[in-house]
C-alpha cells in the first residue's frame, strides 16, 4: 500500500470517529412569536389581573414564573400580547387580584376566595392543576382565551 493511501485512510477513519463521538446539535429556536392572551368572565371590574406565564412543570409547580403581567380590567374582559420564543411548551395561569396582594386569598378550607384561571382547565375541579393539564405548544403566532373561575 502506498503511503498516500495509508494518509488518506487515517484521515477518513479519525474524521468518522470524531463524528460519531461528536454529533451535531440540536439548533435552539431563538424565534419569537405572540402569544394572544384573552381573559373572560371577569365578574367585578376590581383589582388587578395577573397573568403568570410558566416553562415547565418544576416553575409550575413552585409557581416561579419566568414572565408575569398586570392589567387593570375595565370591562368583563381584558386582553393581552407578549412574545415568547417558539416552538416550546407554555402553561398560563391568570389570577383576579381584589385586594393586590400579589396572592391567591383563600378561606378557611383552602377554597379560591378570588377568581383565577387556568389555560387548559375550563370548570371548577377539586384537583390541584399540573403543567402537564395546562400546558400548550407554542409554534406560531397564537390567541388563547382563558376563561376565570369563580367560587
Known amino acids: 500500500m502506498s503511503l498516500i493511501f495509508m494518509i488518506n485512510f ?24 405572540t402569544l394572544k392572551i384573552s381573559i373572560t368572565n371577569i365578574k367585578k371590574v376590581k383589582g388587578n389581573v395577573l397573568v403568570s406565564v410558566y416553562e415547565n412543570a418544576e416553575s409550575f409547580l413552585s409557581r416561579k414564573s419566568f ?20 416552538n416550546k411548551e407554555y402553561a398560563i395561569a391568570v389570577l383576579q387580584d381584589f385586594n393586590d396582594n400579589g396572592k391567591m386569598d383563600k378561606n378557611l378550607f383552602g377554597i379560591p376566595k378570588e377568581p383565577f ?23 406560531k403566532n397564537m390567541s388563547i382565551s382563558i376563561n376565570l373561575i369563580h367560587y
Open 10 to 33: 487515517f484521515f477518513i477513519v479519525t474524521s468518522l470517529l470524531w463524528l460519531l463521538s461528536n454529533p451535531p446539535r440540536a439548533h435552539k429556536s431563538t424565534k419569537q412569536v
Open 67 to 86: 414572565k408575569d403581567i398586570a392589567i387593570t380590567p375595565k370591562t368583563t374582559s381584558c386582553k393581552s400580547t407578549i412574545k415568547l420564543q417558539a
Open 117 to 139: 384561571g387556568i389555560s387548559g382547565v375550563q370548570k371548577k375541579t377539586l384537583k390541584k392543576p399540573t403543567f402537564k393539564d395546562a400546558a400548550f405548544f407554542l409554534d
